[in-house]
């Protein structure tokens, strides 16, 4: 391990908002960081002007927080340092690692067509393409833009990855990259090493789709004479598909996962776990576990798939990892939003609410599932699921449900005990399964055919509520026609 303090960055474009891919690596750095004792810092890379969009960037900071990914120092983007790039492009030009192109675009491409027709690699080299003195001056008179080069030196470049182990590749396959855009831009691998420097990085690590980057990189490195600093890259993260999740291909951004009720606990939990490993059985931790049990040594190289069943696995598990306080909280203005109630009615009814999330937190995945399965604890039309009502709802269960009303009115005290020997008594008496009572009232006071247990949802309703309910559901069975 360098025994230098860690440093390491997440480096998002707003080129889209946070995926999961992106969000995985971020969650990978801030555990390093956070294991070891280092800082984990952000740099936006925005110098894509054609795909960049200034207006993605506080997105892609409010997905971070929301993951509890907080930042050690202020923010660098990479838009505001175009100077000081051009400053390591001159010192490279200066020292003789690079070198200026007036070589087109045209003629570039019609080299590589050529290549490729004899059946043959190209890495444009220096000299690949010949222009005459005379021409290269022209050009020079004439204005025309010209791209910097840095010159690969002959042999093999090799690394020891975190991941992978040692990785190396010969550097006649490795062109002499472009450092600086004719239009005086610099590029993306030049960028990286001059900010990863500055910032003082020493560990980066990425996604294995940058090992060729790695590569160019550690060439700009030596050619500047500075400090490399330790690579490792993490495997991927596919589709079902086994495409790489990205943000071209319109995979979900981590956002949305938030508005559909995933918990924070449990993206930075399954994303964790994808590319990484605590070497046990075990699959479900919390941000402060992880942190303690991580090991650099632990990641995987086999690239991983994002399983959403999985994902809602997970999210079931934190869900019920939390109090029915924490959860009244987070469900609240889900219920507001979803027009069932106001904020005011469940402000002076927090005990109701903490009931009910008690009493549906065991059949839920997603924090929006209280909404979608519990909405008749807040809000009810009395309409109900038709195919349950051609099923339960017949002339016999109006005067059962009428019957059962009647008793459970009378009741001095209204709880789940109260309420099993009532309906067991009825059944009783009327040489009933209990089923022949539990699903029609279920039906009545709920619309649904499903949920919790009759018992805990009565309760739960109250003893008004529910008689109201079970009678207008006789009057619905008894209606006319």
């Not at 003082?200 to 690590?205: D, E, L, R, S, W």
């Not at 959403?308 to 109090?323: R, T, V």
């Not at 209204?414 to 009572?437: N, P, R, W």
């Amino acid at each position: 391990m360098n025994q230098t303090p860690v440093r390491v960055r997440i480096a998002p474009s707003p080129t889209g908002y946070l995926h999961v891919g992106t969000a995985r690596t971020a969650i990978a750095n801030y555990l390093f960081a956070r294991h070891y004792g280092g800082r984990f810092l952000i740099r936006i890379e925005d110098t894509d002007v054609e795909r960049s969009r200034s207006e993605l960037i506080e997105p892609i900071l409010e997905a971070l927080k929301w993951l509890g990914l907080d930042w050690d120092e202020e923010i660098l983007y990479q838009s505001q340092r175009t100077e000081i790039y051009n400053k390591y492009v001159q010192q490279l030009i200066d020292t003789g690692y690079a070198y200026c192109s007036y070589v087109t675009a045209e003629e570039l491409e019609a080299a590589r067509q050529k290549a490729l027709a004899e059946k043959r690699s190209f890495y444009y080299r220096e000299n690949f393409i010949q222009l005459p003195p005379e021409e290269i001056q022209r050009r020079i008179d004439a204005g025309a833009g010209y791209a910097v080069r840095l010159r690969i030196p002959e042999g093999e470049t090799s690394f020891d990855d975190l991941v992978s182990g040692r990785i190396s590749k010969k550097n006649e396959d490795i062109e002499d990259l472009i450092i600086a855009r004719s239009d005086g831009t610099p590029t993306y691998n030049l960028a990286v090493v001059v900010d990863d420097h500055e910032m003082g990085i020493t560990h980066i690590i990425r996604g294995n789709d940058h090992i060729s980057n790695t590569f160019k990189q550690m060439h700009i490195y030596r050619a500047l004479d500075l400090k490399i600093p330790e690579f490792g890259h993490v495997p991927l993260i596919l589709r079902p598909d086994k495409r790489k999740v990205s943000k071209r291909l319109g995979d979900k951004d981590v956002a949305e996962y938030k508005k559909e009720g995933i918990l924070p606990e449990t993206m930075f939990n399954y994303l964790c776990l994808l590319g990484w490993s605590p070497k046990n059985d075990r699959e479900i931790y919390t941000r402060e576990e992880l942190i303690e049990l991580f090991d650099k040594n632990n990641f995987n190289s086999a690239n991983a798939v994002f399983d959403e069943e999985k994902l809602l696995a997970f999210n079931h598990a934190h869900i019920q990892m939390k109090s029915d306080h924490e959860l009244a909280v987070m469900v609240a203005p889900l219920l507001v939003d979803a027009g069932l109630t106001t904020k005011y009615w469940l402000e002076t009814r927090w005990t109701y609410l903490r009931q009910v999330v008690a009493v549906l937190k065991e059949r839920v995945k997603r924090l929006s599932d209280f909404v979608a399965i519990g909405g008749y604890f807040f809000s009810f039309d009395y309409k109900y699921d038709e195919q349950a009502a051609q099923k339960h709802f017949h002339p016999e269960a109006a005067g059962l449900l009428s019957e059962l009303a009647d008793r459970f009115e009378k009741l001095e005290t209204f709880d789940k005990v109260s309420i099993e020997a009532t309906l067991s008594e009825l059944a009783d008496e009327k040489g009933l399964k209990k089923a022949m009572l539990i699903h029609p009232t279920r039906l009545a006071v709920s619309g649904v055919s499903a949920g919790p247990g009759l018992y805990d949802l009565l309760e739960v309703l109250s003893q008004p509520v529910v008689v109201e309910r079970m009678r207008k559901a006789v009057a619905f069975i008894n209606r006319p026609g």
